[in-house]
């Protein structure tokens, strides 16, 4: 008699009989269950027969995931994945139109699954699929005018067969030919075409972008900017969506002397004020992936600016040494003087002078301040940016400065150098866009050279910051500090204009900042004295208790989890929650993300808590292991755990955000009786142990607390002065 554990009570469904009520024992092979099944309804060949789930997925049961099956599932008896794969490859060549229709919506919808896909590609099913979209379909063209939403439909459900078996991995992106890339590409680029073929051929460029060099070049033969622009002048959201990752794609793989040509070609069609009026200041609100693309093509934008960062300057280069003079002319009028006038000696004198008063380090040759990498030329190209086209500010700012004491001159030259390669860390210039990141900046698409004004606007701040903290040559580190505190609060306020950033950035004064440092210090005061010390002591206890109390609410109230595929707009969700005495979690897959709360009852599946042996974060989690483009993904890795339980059963999650992340793995340690230990807990902890202890502490406002408690006072000579109530 096996343990309860390996017994499954599962109903099982047959069309046109009763479902059965059924215990599985989960030792047995699967195929002995399903001919017993079959048995049970007097049908033979149990091998032409498999198990499903019976919900929206209509997953097949197979020996590896046969123990996600739960006490209290639905499962279906139907025609084996390779019976399947046999049936739906012949309709999909009737020469019906309604039966060749029908039968490719039900390969689009059994292609999830990755049992009946392997199937249906040993049976060549690919290559049958490419041969349609190359010429099969060519025969209904004719049709298209009287029938035009069937051959809308017809295409619809092959390319999203395809990507669906696609997106499994089975088959390399590189064994398509040059005629079904041009086919798929025609689609892209006729101007009216039904909106799913649309979506669909975009995300299979996009993905033949990214999975191949090879691809890369074939696509690129036959898509242009230009006839990608007009998707992005529509109303529909996802077609935008899908037409900006396919334009990031081919950013991103284009060889490196390619993407300054690329990005020109942009500039003259537009983009990025296309971008600004169809998509951020349209009606619709802006969705995550939609975000997730901006920040994308945001990253991708500046990261050209590397190539200048990362240029040393050649001192003896006389076309970059005229940048620096053209700064000087500007900035003091001057016109190049010729050759014979006056002495070597007394020109070198009077540049030396200059240059000191346009703040280089090196007053002699100021070519050298240049060769520091990162900032490098890209510094140089702001300056003569701010000199040319802020004129009247870059003047007054040099002239300003070089007329001070020499203690409290703002060195023009070497503050733009160092807020430049602070820009670009703030920015990230040179990394590769993150997979999970949204975080894009609406300012930076309201002007083609925003990097350029970005520097324009932090330069006039850094000098306003630099006289409103009377600042010397030595505190030069602490204004840069305090410039870069303020650009990022006011970066974290998401502008919608460089003009607002310019607004948010002036009600960021130097004294603003000391009042909200005092404010933070305030927050987090850490009192050292040894009373306090044994208050903190006594009170942490339970501040922890509140904050278990808090991680165990969330876990009941649950969370929906992201299932992330290779292509990230084809998301599946899940969702996981404690139940109310906080012994059984309960999880199940759900259709789209939900909008409040999931009841328990919709969510079939059920684990123990009791049967959670440990929890595992970070590249440990099983399903980081596995191969995938999520392996390397560091941001990832950071929201990834799971939960083992039985032996070797794992409950793998990918959290949302490092919030949620922190929550989940808090909740789950605090059921297993363990230590909380993530970052939110000591964050949660600093700030309501500061709360309890200044609430504890009020009434002891402007009293100074001992150090140590007060000496014990002498013995009284007598004690006449004790009164007995009795």
Known sequence: MPPPADIVKVAIEWPGAFPKLMEIDQKKPLSAIIKEVCEGWSLGNPENFALQIADATNFYITEKNRNDIKNGSILRLTTSPYQTAVQLHERIQSSSMDAKLEALKDLANASRDITFAQEFINLDGISLLTQMVESGTERYQKLQKIMKPCFGDLLSFTLTAFVELMDHGIVSWDTFSVAFIKKIASYVNKSAMDTAVLQRSLAILESMVLNSQDLYHKVAQEITIGQLIPHLQGSDQDIQTYTIAVINALFLKAPEEKRQEMAHILAQKQLRSIILSNVIRSHSPINDEMAHQLYVLQVLTFNLLEDRMMTKMDPQDQAQRDIIFELRRIAFDVECEPNNSGSIEKRKSMYTRDYKKLGFINHVNPAVDFTQIPPGMLALD????????????????????????????????????????????????????????????????????????????????????????????????KVMQVVREQIMRALSLKPNSLDQFKSRLQNLSYTEILKIRQSERMNQEDFQSRPILELREKIQPEIMELIKQQRLNRLCEGTCFRKISSRRRQDKFWYCRLSPNHKVLHYGDLEESPQGEVPHDSLQDKLPVADIKAVITGKDCPHMKEKGALKQNKEVLELAFSVLYESDEYLNFIAPDKHEYCVWTDGLNALLGKEMTSDYTKSDMDTLLSMEMKLRLLDLENIQIPEAPPPIPKEPSNYDFVYDCN
């Open 382 to 477: 702001n300056m003569l940016y701010f000199a040319r086209h802020h004129q009247d500010a870059y003047i007054r700012i040099v002239l300003e400065n070089s007329s001070r004491e020499d203690k409290h001159e703002c060195p023009f030259g070497r503050s733009s150098i160092e807020l430049t390669k602070m820009l670009c860390e703030i920015l990230k210039v040179g990394e590769l866009p993150s997979e999970n990141c949204h975080d894009f900046h609406p300012m930076f698409f309201t002007h083609d050279r925003s990097f350029e004004e970005f520097f324009c606007i932090s330069i006039q701040l850094l000098n306003k910051t630099w006289k409103e903290m009377r600042a010397t040559s030595e505190d030069f580190n």
